[in-house]
């Protein structure tokens, strides 16, 4: 079982359309010349709007920002996780949703994200979010079957929800990916305890390509794009700028620490 190298892009998306995708097109062209076989970009890759404001690009899977991912994928010959996009729905909000695209172009998965993120931060420093003014929330645990192993979809506010998670392991998820654009004030507390501990308790690699820098005059994220392998251990971590991570996800590894430490077999609840 040869080990997977997989590639995270972190950047740092605008209102912008136009210049979200040259960017991501750049980011994903690097990482598959590093040999990336799967590479996963951030929430909001293509538009980052300023809280409430609203979604001028939203569309459906037959739209521009799936058929670049899908373009992309097909013309380099990897499995690309498109962060997420804004997928128009039938009333006033969108979806804030993620696929997993084939080699071939293919819709190996969708994903809408569940756990919407209304809090208020300006304890800490930071803004109000609500973002269920604007999205809808989905209601389906997706774990794809794909020839690299199962991975599981997942979308930022989700990583602190670990029952989606446990769904996942349930369902044999060997890889958990976590596109986000956390905020600073969250971000340097609880990103990277919260990636860990999904990683470690699930006995999975966790991709989590993460928004850097800022993005507009009141909206700032956190970056620090991690790749966590089963024992919790960091095998890359970003920086506070755009940029690309590549590591070797060794599934032989993955089933040694299941082995070993059964945990996943030794659930009581």
Known sequence: MAALRVGVVQMNSTADLSANLDA?????EAAARQGAELIALPENFAFLRREGQPIPCAQGLDGEIVGTVRSLAQKLGVWILGGTFPEATVDSRVHNTSVLVSPEGDLAAIYRKIHLFDVDLRDSGGGTFTESAIVAPGDEVVVADTPLGRIGLSVC???????????MADRGAEFI????????????DHWAVL???RAIENQAFVLAPAQCGRHSEDRRSYGRSLIVDPW???LAQGTDRPGILIAE???AYLAHV?????????RRL
């Open 157 to 167: 506010y989700d990583l602190r929800f670990p029952e989606l998670y446990r769904a």
């Open 195 to 197: 990636l860990r501990a």
């Open 249 to 251: 996800c060794d599934r």
């Open 258 to 266: 299941r082995d070993v430490l059964p945990a996943l077999r030794h």
């Open 232 to 234: 919790g251990t960091v």
């Open 177 to 188: 990916a976590v596109p986000s654009a956390f905020t600073p004030e969250t971000g340097k």
């Open 24 to 28: 991501a097109r750049g980011l994903v």
